[in-house]
């Protein structure tokens, strides 16, 4: 056997993340779109919170946080500037979210990534490691939906499907 | 506005791929021990799997798959090699795992992770993405797991704990 060395190995490219990312935002948005519109304000499972309000913060992070990170901005989090009433407003604000992600993350450095940044002022880790976290916010939030949508009887979009 | 150029960026190293990893796999060992014995095995939503079945499914790719890659073995996904009756059994595989995942891990190079790999002899995809896709599986299920164990009445672990 032999084990080479993993400390200076890349795994892969910022693009390649971006990629990934939208990826799974393209299914997410799949997801939001199987709700009726009534269940994705109004129904949960254990006293969670309706997939809309999962939604809600999934917008609230993703933009916000990469312009806070590419302008040095550490204002607090906050999910007060968006309060959707229908499916439509939230699927609009999505889409337009995917090109505020495009644009702001294409602006951090490769040296960024491995710096540290105290987002929202209070998350205070290397870049990379708040953007793995949005992903993994993400993917986490969603999974929750697909249940959601299997006690509602409805089938969920495949995993495996993000573009 | 500068806009620099992606593609040659690097996002992170393999070394912090696998620490990221091995964090979403301690919190997902939390999850397991969230459960009360019985309901790890019998509890779900919506007809889904029991949280004991997706746990056999996360063991049953992670080492296995990385073996497989490192091997260049092809041969199909099965979770049939791995019948636990217990939360301890599935505890004792889980750590096991973390082992083997570590060893596989650590001897793919660099330029490996950009070669395309017939997975499984069925999921043909560059490898980055192949591990991107175990960790992605994983914090799906993990988080229909949180409802479960919402739906049970239960606190789940805090999500942001890795280690």
Request: net charge negative; proline share 4%; aromatic share 16%.
């Amino acid at each position: 056997m032999t084990t080479t060395a993993t400390a200076t190995k890349q795994f892969m490219t910022s693009e390649q993340v971006l990629n990934e990312w939208q990826g799974h935002r393209n299914l997410t948005r799949r997801v939001i779109e199987s709700f009726p519109e009534k269940e994705l304000f109004e129904f949960s499972v254990g006293g969670m919170r309706p997939f809309a309000k999962l939604a809600v913060e999934l917008i609230s992070i993703g933009g916000p946080a990469l312009k806070g990170i590419v302008e040095g901005n550490v204002e607090a989090y906050s999910e007060e500037a968006f309060n959707p009433k229908t499916k439509e407003e939230i699927l609009k604000k999505w889409d337009e979210e995917t090109e505020v992600i495009n644009h702001y993350f294409n602006q951090i450095s490769e040296e960024r990534f491995q710096e540290t940044f105290n987002l929202f002022g209070q998350y205070e880790f290397p870049v990379y490691q708040n953007i793995l976290y949005f992903i993994d916010n993400e993917v986490h939030h969603r999974g929750q939906g697909y249940v959601y949508l299997r006690a509602l009887g409805i089938e969920p979009p495949f995993f495996w499907e993000r573009f």
